[in-house]
């Protein structure tokens, strides 16, 4: 047998091997996330918020966490997204093949593996210096900084595979620059698009460490971006932390509800870019 066939065949084996790996580890987290939340699961922990002694394995729910992480995610996602997307144009149209783009580049490559815990704490001295407290708006500020890398550099890479003759074409019509990038490009990407702002919003609503000490955490629901908002991963950790197995088993039911939400607007954004696709030319 040649030698290139055993290469080949080597290879294969370690991409089976590979798969295999990632589906057993994402097969095994769900089920010991299901068998030892989905018992505990009850509708009165998605409707209330803790009562008094809730940690200690008496009534309430966690309510104020999954609005709380729904509020933090979903407006850190927003404010990202206003930033993220600009850049990526910019990078694509008005820094393309210069050496400050791929400046740009290389500082969100390497924001991107910041720890989240020092996002946290460069957003909790920000917040010192504007007179804030650990609050809603503390927490989404440091969330954003936490998905901006993530999302913009996303938005990069799902431009770039805009095929280069749709703006020429534009160009040759006499299209600005500006006029291609809103009306042909990012309509030409929205499926990539969508997907970067899904991967940052995982991120972000699953992150503990950035909103430690920026959204603090609350029994209460918020009522204005000023006051102390809670989250999922800091639920699931204090009712890890306790010595009850009652409050740790409710610590699973929150973890399936956290994955719950991430795969249901997995399956939205997919469904929606399935849709969008239509006007994709390849």
């Known amino acids: 047998m040649k030698w290139s066939k055993v290469e080949e065949k080597i290879f294969v084996a370690i991409m089976i091997c590979s798969t295999v790996v990632v589906l057993s580890s994402l097969a095994l987290i769900l089920g010991t996330v299901i068998w030892?939340?989905?018992?505990?699961?009850?509708?009165?922990?998605?409707?209330?918020?803790?009562?008094?002694?809730?940690?200690?394995?008496?009534?309430?729910?966690i309510l104020n966490a999954i609005l709380g992480s729904l509020f933090l995610a979903g407006g850190a996602t927003a404010l990202a997204l206003a930033i993220s997307l600009p850049i990526a144009l910019y990078l694509h149209f008005y820094a393309e093949r210069s050496w400050h783009g791929e400046v740009v580049r290389l500082a969100l490559d390497v924001l991107w593996g910041i720890p989240s815990i020092v996002y946290g704490a460069f957003a909790f001295t920000l917040m010192l210096w504007l007179g804030l407290r650990a609050s809603l708006l503390g927490g989404i500020i440091a969330l954003s900084?936490?998905?901006?890398?993530?999302?913009?550099?996303?938005?990069?890479?799902?431009?770039?595979?805009?095929?280069?003759?749709?703006?020429?074409?534009?160009?040759?019509?006499?299209?600005?620059?500006?006029?291609?990038?809103?009306?042909?490009?990012?309509?030409?990407?929205?499926?990539?698009?969508?997907?970067?702002?899904?991967?940052?919003?995982?991120?972000?609503?699953?992150?503990?460490?950035?909103v430690l000490f920026t959204a603090g955490f609350t029994d209460h629901l918020p009522t204005s971006l000023f006051e102390p908002a809670a989250s999922l991963p800091l639920a699931i950790f204090f009712q890890l932390s306790t010595p009850f197995p009652a409050v740790q088993?409710?610590?699973?039911?929150?973890?399936?509800?956290?994955?719950?939400?991430?795969?249901?607007?997995s399956l939205i954004s997919?469904?929606?870019?399935?849709?969008?696709?239509?006007?994709?030319?390849?």
Not at 37 to 61: D, F, H, R, S, V
Request: proline fraction near 4%.
């Open 249 to 265: 088993d409710r610590a699973y039911a929150s973890a399936l509800v956290l994955t719950g939400i991430v795969l249901t607007l």
């Open 36 to 61: 030892r939340g989905l018992p505990a699961l009850n509708l009165a922990m998605l409707i209330q918020t803790p009562k008094g002694g809730y940690y200690l394995g008496k009534e309430g729910g």
């Open 270 to 282: 997919r469904r929606l870019a399935g849709r969008l696709t239509e006007h994709v030319i390849r």
């Open 145 to 210: 900084l936490l998905e901006l890398p993530i999302m913009t550099r996303g938005m990069d890479e799902a431009i770039n595979m805009v095929h280069p003759l749709l703006k020429e074409a534009s160009y040759s019509l006499g299209a600005t620059r500006l006029e291609t990038a809103l009306k042909i490009v990012v309509r030409q990407s929205i499926p990539g698009l969508l997907t970067a702002v899904l991967l940052a919003f995982g991120r972000g609503i699953g992150d503990a460490a950035s």
